[in-house]
């Protein structure tokens, strides 16, 4: 009696599932909102309440005595899109504005054209969704402006002048507000259009994660290849590709970590170290790059060979290696030599920590142009280097196995 009991309750939790994924409560194969960090959230929920704030008391303050409407009830479904889903297409500041300004206007001429509010609703929105294909400039919430002057003709007709007030003061307020606090807010910003000049090698290859595989091309083509809007840009859907591959790589690789191929006998120096010790060490240990650590083991910058050469005035390029151990070893009174490590270190760096997997390192080593990567621990203290040999050595050895 037990079995066919314990075969009903997984059918029952089997079809429970079914019912909950269906109706979006469980999500198998889509994105989860509750992946997003809480901090995160917080901060677009209260970026939406600024720009609402400010888009109504602006409003209030130019409103026209004689107007009924001072704020559209679509900025606040405008709100989500700007700031929940600020990657998406349909959240680019041309749709926002277009999307807004053109379905307003169809809705104020359908308005005057028909009686019939039936007729007029109908053909006001499709009237908009056409509009909107053309104009390249697909924005959902604009349908909820365009039926504003539909059914406030069931009053009075309301004038053009609607378009300016509030349609227009509403929209630009909006726009600007969100740009402001998706820059220096939320620190995302505009999306840059895809670039095939490589900004940090100089040349106009393609960066080496891009040169096999899907192209950016390929990608635009899969995009236009769908008969509706797909609610993703080109450099997400990169980004997803990409992300995807590592995922997939971490996977069929096994778990090697960052702390199985670095190395942990390191050479460090301290940030009031005198220049000329940092540089004597480089050269003693035949190495390239100088982790900068206090007491406790806290990685402060790096110190490398082209950090010495962009700071020094050099005349000319031949015997450069001789003119810098002129300035740094022989010549004691050089403002060179008396230079602490802390004034030449670079401190904006890209790390890993050692429980990282391997295929972190990839996209660092690869596109970003480093050639060693420092490890940090659980408390941020320095126990590790990897460089482009570690790593190169790492995947050949799990091509061999």
């Known amino acids: 009696m037990q079995l066919p009991d314990l075969h009903l309750q997984t059918r029952a939790k ?76 349909l959240a680019r500041p041309w749709s926002f504005a277009a999307g807004h300004l053109i379905s ?65 003061l509403n929209v630009f307020v909006m726009l600007a507000v969100a740009i402001l606090l998706q820059k220096f807010w939320l620190k995302r910003g505009m999306q840059k259009p895809p670039q095939k000049f490589d ?14 595989g899907l192209q950016p091309e390929d990608l635009i083509d899969a995009l236009n290849s769908f008969d509706t809007v797909v609610d993703i840009s080109e450099q997400d859907l990169e980004k997803l590709y990409h992300q995807a591959q590592l995922h997939a790589y971490q996977r069929k690789s096994g778990e090697i970590r960052c702390r199985d191929i670095m190395s942990r006998d390191l050479i460090t120096v301290e940030p009031d170290r005198a220049v000329a010790a940092a540089w004597q060490l480089l050269r003693k240990h035949k190495i390239s790059l100088l982790p900068v650590t206090d007491n406790q083991q806290q990685l402060l910058g790096v110190v490398s060979t082209v950090d010495f050469l962009k700071n020094l005035q050099v005349p000319h390029y031949w015997g450069l290696l001789r003119h810098v151990n002129q300035l740094l070893l022989k010549n004691r009174h050089n ?52 460089t482009q040999s570690d790593l190169i050595a790492a995947l050949f050895n799990t091509k061999l196995n």
């Open 14 to 89: 089997n079809l429970l599932s079914v019912i909950l994924a269906q109706l979006g409560l469980i999500k198998h194969d889509s994105q989860r909102l509750s992946a997003i960090p809480l901090t995160e959230r917080l901060k677009v929920a209260l970026a939406a309440f600024i720009a609402l704030f400010i888009v109504t008391f602006i409003s209030l303050q130019l409103a026209d005595p004689a107007s009924t409407i001072v704020l559209l009830a679509s900025m606040g479904a405008s709100s989500v899109l700007l700031f929940g889903l600020p990657n998406s297409p």
């Open 199 to 212: 900004p940090v090698h100089l040349h106009h290859d393609q960066s080496p994660l891009k040169r096999l």
């Open 104 to 168: 307003a206007a169809v809705g104020v001429i359908c308005s005057h054209l028909f009686t019939d509010l039936a007729l007029m609703a109908a053909v006001t929105i499709g009237c908009v969704l056409f509009f909107m294909y053309i104009f390249e400039c697909m924005h959902p919430p604009g349908g909820a402006t365009a039926l504003v002057p539909v059914i406030a003709s069931t009053d009075s007709v309301l004038g053009y002048d609607f378009l300016l007030y509030p349609v227009a």
């Open 335 to 386: 403002k060179q030599y008396k230079r602490k490590v802390a004034e030449i270190m670079v401190t904006k760096l890209s790390v890993a920590h050692e429980d990282d997997h391997i295929a972190v390192l990839v996209p660092l080593l690869s596109d970003q142009g480093r050639h060693h990567i420092p490890v940090l621990n659980t408390q941020q203290q320095l126990v590790g280097v990897i």
